[in-house]
């Protein structure tokens, strides 16, 4: 049975592994300048004796993270991890009509000494970076992908779309920090008075959608995967009905 809590669910635990659903706005880690900021691993850390770090997604991000809960488990994913053998898969909003049904960006990223925690494209001195992506559907100002890593580069989905012309919806370092209103998409809404719009989303429109590993106890590949977050669904939903364009 599935636990919840109000910024994470768990969606699988075994005696190595516990898949949680990390809701938008949740630090996966603690905070580098102020600890006390509540993060995912201290909240989980308080319940279990042991519990180690593999991999994290971005505060603003929603969606599947593994932590492991013995040694052993931990080396194992995190070789499978160092050698690309994990298959992680996302959900995005970009801004813009893609013109092709999938493609591969292949554009080395580096660190932007220009603005401290900010990654950008370096074809020069940066990481080979690869990020492969399918068009799911396509609406009159945006289009919905999803989108898979191949390497585990910081913020590589945000500015590999970038890079082609194609921010996320919503980006506040790497695009609009202004979230998806539905009058933008919806020409005949009117703002009643004195009433401020909220936003159909307001936070990076990126979903950590599926993980994918070799279980080594269990001698089988095991995918877990999150459930589309209310925010994230409802924007999804007003861009189908009253943007839709047909993906060829």
Do not use: C
Not at 5 to 17: A, G, N, P, R, V
């Amino acid at each position: 049975m599935e636990k919840r809590h109000t910024s994470f669910e768990i969606l699988s635990e075994d005696e190595d592994y516990i898949l949680i659903n990390k809701s938008a706005g949740m630090l996966t880690l603690p905070d580098r300048f102020d600890p006390a900021i509540p993060n995912l691993y201290h909240i989980l850390k308080s319940r279990y004796a042991n519990l180690f770090i593999v991999h994290r997604i971005d505060r603003q991000t929603s969606g599947v993270i593994a932590f492991a809960k013995n040694a052993l488990a931990h080396k194992e994913l995190n070789l499978q991890f160092e050698s690309h053998q994990v298959q992680k898969k996302y959900l995005a909003i970009v801004q813009g009509v893609l013109n092709d049904a999938e493609g591969v960006i292949d554009l080395a990223i580096g660190e932007n000494s220009g603005k401290a925690g900010t990654m950008r494209i370096d074809t020069a001195h940066g990481k080979k970076s690869v990020t492969q992506y399918r068009v799911i559907e396509k609406y009159l100002n945006y289009t919905l992908v999803e989108a898979e890593p191949l390497s585990g580069r910081t913020h590589q989905i945000r500015v590999h779309f970038k890079a082609i012309g194609h921010p996320l919806a919503v980006d506040e370092l790497y695009g609009h920090a202004e979230g998806i209103k539905l009058s933008s998409i919806k020409k005949t809404y009117k703002i009643k008075t004195g009433e401020i719009e909220k936003s159909l989303i307001a936070r990076l429109t990126l979903h950590a959608k599926s993980l994918r590993f070799y279980h080594f106890r269990r001698k089988e590949p095991v995918t877990i995967e999150a459930p589309v977050p209310k925010d994230f669904d409802s924007t999804i939903k007003q861009l189908r009905k009253l943007s839709p364009l047909p993906v060829l």
